[in-house]
């Protein structure tokens, strides 16, 4: 009985992942063919003739280079901004005591209930009022303010024992010592955590560079890809080629923060 | 003495409160009050990139009530939430229940489904075109070999939601079942050893334990998954021509309001748009937190 139920519990799991992860190897698969190979019907499984060239045609039609550098930035702007606004913020909500301290956040935390499309049209006139629309600076901006962080870092903030700051007070701590000397290491986790969760977000935001950026070489490569699908649609085995290109590294790199992530996503449950 | 002392102390810690919250408010009050006001004020005025604004009252609001496209639109993506969350929770719910069973492989498993969460979605839409391909797509072929006709994945209009929907589900899935599997192990063993003791089937104990005690997370992932797939249009954009006849049948509020506010620069009325999606979802998720009391068990 035992034996039967735990075969089924692997042949579900089996299949998931290979519909999971069957769809990538067949990318994989597709590029590294000719483009006859690409459309033949019925199809081969593993390539006559395996080539690396589709990958070298697509690099030269198309930026990665460029798109994959103004991601990185795009990407640090955004979660260097917003690791110390979100935890100065975190700190004065769960350490300090002033008037209005609750009201304010719940006004905050209000917003998490607001669709981010109510904001976007007014976003894209701030941008064109400053003048920076079809900018690095203007992809990132929007980002640097996140409810949802605030409020990652004030629980983890809230955690900390509160005799660790009256201690530094009766010694002659500034508050701003406190939390920079005290506080901001001892949540160092809860940071890497929403450092992680916004490069994920920023990696895969679509909607705002498509609106605020007209040229490709101002992308971030989740929107330049899109202008690919675009362009050249025909040859199968070099948009592959592209596809593999900007899913490898990402895949890599989970693999080293998996635990990060895998957690982070499981705390939050943001969007993923 | 003491009383000024802690006065003192009292103001330099308010001071201190409102200057560690000041980047946070400034940009707040720029990228969220503002906009929030700007965009309702935006409703009430024929704005495009042309001319100045002017006040047109709720004009744009009749102009909704009587637009065919809107009201398709809002069909559709209801039957994209319709089609797609219960399928999210339903396979989310199995593939963390048994990720947590499994005694072998579970992290390779774990691993392997969670890909499509940290792969853009362009990509996924590029690899899905080529799967739906007519001619040469793996799954029409596939089909063909069975002898089953070929399919216009993203061209047929009563189709394409429900292809959109399958993209969906299958990159949506990987995240949810780590919520799931989060809630799953929060369940103390305890429970099920009395349910085993007490010779419960591993069925009985799925729908008496497991569900009722993992009922907190299911809402809350069910909250969260409403309200990203009312929110649908990467997928719609990124896999169906914008001319495309299937785009008529594909078009979700949000697609609509994209293009209506950055395609055809119709910015009032795309903000009025905007603030129906607002009402809509804040509705939705106000039943939904009204009606958990009839399922949702909290310890």
């Avoid at chain 1, 690099?59 to 606004?85: C, D, H, R, S, W």
């Avoid at chain 1, 979100?86 to 609750?102: E, Q, W």
């Avoid at chain 1, 900007?246 to 705390?267: K, N, T, W």
């Avoid at chain 2, 047929?156 to 990159?171: F, K, Q």
Wanted: some cysteine; glycine content about 6%.
């Amino acid at each position: 009985m035992r034996s039967k139920n735990s075969a089924l519990i692997y042949i579900f799991l089996l299949a998931g992942t290979i519909i999971t992860i069957g769809p990538f190897i067949w990318m994989f698969l597709t590029s590294v063919k000719t483009y006859n190979e690409a459309i033949k019907t019925p199809p081969t499984l593993f390539p006559e003739i395996f080539q690396w060239v589709n990958y070298k045609i697509i690099m030269e039609k198309f930026p990665f280079g460029i798109l994959y550098f103004n991601t990185f930035l795009v990407v640090a702007m955004v979660v260097a901004g917003q690791l110390v606004i979100s935890s100065m913020a975190g700190y004065a909500f769960a350490r300090l005591r002033f008037p209005g301290r609750n009201v304010i956040f719940m006004i905050v935390l209000g917003l998490l209930m607001i669709p981010g499309q109510i904001f976007l049209i007014p976003h894209y006139k701030i941008m064109v009022g400053l003048k920076i629309t079809n900018t690095l600076i203007a992809l990132a901006i929007p980002g640097l303010f996140n409810v949802f962080g605030v409020f990652l870092l004030r629980q983890v903030f809230l955690t900390i024992p509160k005799e660790l700051d009256e201690a530094a007070i009766v010694d002659g701590c500034g508050y701003f010592r406190i939390y920079s000397l005290i506080m901001l290491p001892l949540a160092k986790s809860g940071m890497v955590s929403l450092a992680i969760l916004t490069s994920l977000w920023t990696w895969k935001n679509l909607m705002w560079p498509l609106i605020v950026n007209r040229s490709l070489t101002k992308m971030t490569l989740s929107a330049g890809l899109a202008f690919l699908i675009g362009e050249h649609t025909t040859y199968y085995e070099q948009v592959m080629a592209g596809g593999i290109i900007s899913v490898l590294p990402v895949i890599i790199l989970f693999l080293f923060f998996q635990r990060h992530i895998v957690e982070g996503i499981a705390v939050s449950g943001i969007k993923g | 003495m003491i009383n000024q002392k802690t006065t003192a102390m009292g103001q330099k810690e308010t001071m201190a409160g409102f200057l560690f919250l000041l980047p946070l408010l400034i940009g707040l009050s720029i990228f969220y009050f503002y906009a929030f006001f700007q965009n309702i004020f935006i409703s009430f005025t024929d704005m495009s990139s042309f001319g100045k604004p002017a006040y047109i009252g709720l004009e744009n609001y009749k102009r909704l009530l009587t637009d065919p496209k809107f009201w398709r639109s809002l069909k559709t993506t209801f039957k994209y939430v319709a089609v797609s969350v219960p399928a999210v929770m339903v396979l989310g719910t199995l593939v963390a229940f048994f990720l947590q069973k499994a005694r072998k492989w579970s992290s390779f498993f774990r691993t392997a489904m969670f890909l499509p969460a940290v792969t853009m979605p362009a990509a996924i839409g590029l690899l899905w075109r080529w799967l739906y391909n007519y001619e040469f797509g793996l799954i029409n072929i596939i089909f063909s070999q069975l002898d089953i006709a070929r399919i216009a994945w993203l061209s047929e209009p009563a189709l394409v939601v429900y292809s959109i929907s399958i993209v969906l589900i299958w990159s949506m899935v990987s995240t949810q079942m780590i919520i799931l599997l989060a809630g799953l192990q929060n369940i103390p063993t305890m429970y099920y050893e009395a349910a085993e003791i007490d010779g419960a089937s591993p069925f009985q104990s799925f729908f008496k334990i497991t569900l009722p005690l993992l009922s907190p997370t299911l809402f809350f992932v069910t909250i969260i998954s409403v309200i990203n797939i009312f929110q649908i249009f990467d997928f719609i954009f990124l896999m169906i021509q914008p001319t495309a006849l299937a785009m008529r049948y594909a078009m979700s509020l949000v697609y609509y309001f994209y293009d209506r506010a950055f395609i055809v620069f119709d910015k009032g009325y795309a903000a009025s748009l905007s603030m129906v999606l607002f009402v809509i979802i804040l509705l939705i998720t106000i039943i939904q937190f009204v009606f958990q009391k009839k399922w949702v068990h909290y310890n």
